[in-house]
């Protein structure tokens, strides 16, 4: 666009009848009489003639640790999409000015952008890149001395002085404020643990490479070609993270349903995997190990009666629960691994099936699970119902306390969930009159929050709208809203 305008303004002035086939002639003639850039050519002659010198490196490499620091920093800030650390953005480098408060060495705020393009390498063929739009480590250099030359009361003869007191004092400064924030991030994401970082490390490397189109996400297809490697998973498992089940990995860390995942939400997830394997790194080699030892060699499988037998055993109960998996916890998880895998199942589907059950956003639905299996239990007439006494018995007990309480949910009156969820007043409870009123006190109670910046995911709430009067328990509460009490 401005080349354009340079070319219709010396058209319009310089050619006779705005002839444009003398367009080359005109623009040269408009060149030549304005004398259009030749002091930015000035500048950048005579920044190159003083730092492109040996006392301008040996600045330079006293404070390259430092430099390199900033420059790898500062160009993680405002990337470009798909263009994630490739180089320090104009964004990146106004910033880091703002920061090291720039304008009070005597350079005016409308030279940074001047600095910026004095520090570039400029190759006029190229019009597709990003190249022009961003400073490489070199530019970057350029750059800061550029913006020592552009200071007022700028001495030619003291610019090597003048470009070490800059990097020494203003831009030290920064350097400490970036790595105070830096802690600070690595504080959230667990630095104090050093395990986590051989963790994020493999994720961004495995990230990059999946990255192809470097849109800066990975959509479904790109996560399982990478992620569905053989190294990749066994790099995995040596860290101590499970990755057998792809699809529904990828499934888990896209909660917001875009059908793509960016590096930061990759990073989290996976750390999150890393805490709640803690403790469960035995239960996953028992099972391994276990599985191994009893599967068909020609195939690695287990049918899923070979697979209960196994597990069922009361040397390997004993084992499982000395690792904190109890009788209920096992026989969840034969129910999920019955659900999802009929016939046989692999050692890999089946720890997959395991460290489902311990992702702490299924809580509601393992204790409706839980809830499930109470409710076959006390249905001793198979009618599909409990009573109120039948109610009281299934749920009013030690054993449905605990659970619950483990897996962090509230316990709620079972008395008043019989009284407020009987929909048809029949005095009899159905599942699906228990699972509706108990559901929306659940997956209520979870905490959801906003991710990177997108909105918080849709709370799962159950339809109550067919709720009858609520009066009946002493409560006001309008239809489709259930107020349920709970234990303290």
């Known amino acids: 666009q401005f080349l354009e305008a340079l070319v219709r303004v010396g058209v319009r002035r310089f050619a006779k009848g705005n002839d444009t086939r003398q367009a080359a002639t005109a623009v040269q003639t408009l060149v030549e009489r304005t004398r259009l850039g ?104 350029a750059a800061l001395g550029a913006v020592v030359q552009l200071q007022e009361g700028f001495e030619q003869d003291s610019f090597a002085d003048m470009l070490s007191d800059f990097f020494s004092e ?110 469960l790194e035995r239960a996953v080699s028992f099972f391994r190990r276990t599985f191994a030892e009893k599967a068909k060699r020609d195939s690695g ?65 393992r204790g409706l699970s839980f809830l499930r299996r109470l409710f076959k239990e006390a249905d001793l007439d198979g009618n599909g119902t409990l009573s109120r006494s039948e109610t009281k018995q299934a749920f009013c007990t030690e054993r449905a306390t605990l659970k619950i309480r483990r897996l962090q949910l509230p316990v709620p009156e079972w008395l008043d969930i019989f009284d407020e969820c009987d929909l048809n007043e029949d005095n009899a409870l159905s599942w699906e009159e228990l699972r509706d009123g108990v559901g929306a006190l659940w997956y209520n109670s979870l905490p959801v929050q906003p991710r990177h910046g997108k909105p918080a995911p849709q709370r799962i709430t159950p339809d109550l709208s067919q709720r009858r009067t609520w009066g009946r328990t002493g409560r006001n509460s309008p239809p489709g809203r259930p107020k349920i009490s709970v234990k303290t």
């Open 301 to 365: 499988l287990l049918s899923l009666d070979e697979f209960k037998a196994v597990f069922s055993h009361e040397k390997a109960t004993k084992k499982l629960q000395s690792m904190g998996v109890g009788v209920e916890d096992l026989q969840e998880l034969f129910e999920d691994v019955a659900a999802d895998y009929p016939i046989e199942l692999s050692a890999d589907q089946l720890v997959s099936a395991f460290l489902r059950m311990h992702d702490p956003t299924r809580r509601a639905e």
């Open 170 to 279: 203003q831009l030290m400064e920064a350097h400490g404020k970036q790595l105070a924030s830096c802690r600070r991030e690595n504080a959230r994401l667990g630095e104090q643990n050093p395990s986590y970082l051989p963790v994020l490390e493999l994720v961004a490397r495995v990230f990059t490479e999946a990255d192809v189109d470097q849109s800066g996400t990975l959509t479904a297809p790109e996560f399982r070609r990478c992620f569905s490697q053989q190294s990749v998973q066994e790099n995995m498992r040596d860290l101590g993270l499970e990755v057998s089940d792809v699809n529904v990995l990828f499934q888990q860390f896209d909660r917001d349903g875009s059908g793509e995942v960016t590096l930061d939400e990759l990073s989290e997830a996976f750390v999150k995997m890393k805490v709640r394997m803690r403790g």
């Open 38 to 141: 030749e002091d930015a050519v000035g500048v950048r002659r005579s920044l190159q003639e003083r730092l492109f010198t040996e006392e301008g490196c040996l600045v330079c490499r006293e404070n390259r640790g430092m430099l390199e620091a900033l420059f790898e920093r500062y160009k993680k800030l405002y990337p470009y999409p798909g263009r994630s650390h490739q180089g320090l953005t104009y964004g990146a480098w106004l910033q880091l000015l703002n920061d090291i408060g720039a304008s009070e060495t005597g350079i005016s705020s409308r030279d940074f952008g001047f600095a910026f393009a004095v520090g570039k390498e400029h190759c006029v063929d190229d019009l597709m890149s990003f190249c022009h739009m961003e400073l490489s480590w070199p530019e970057f250099l």
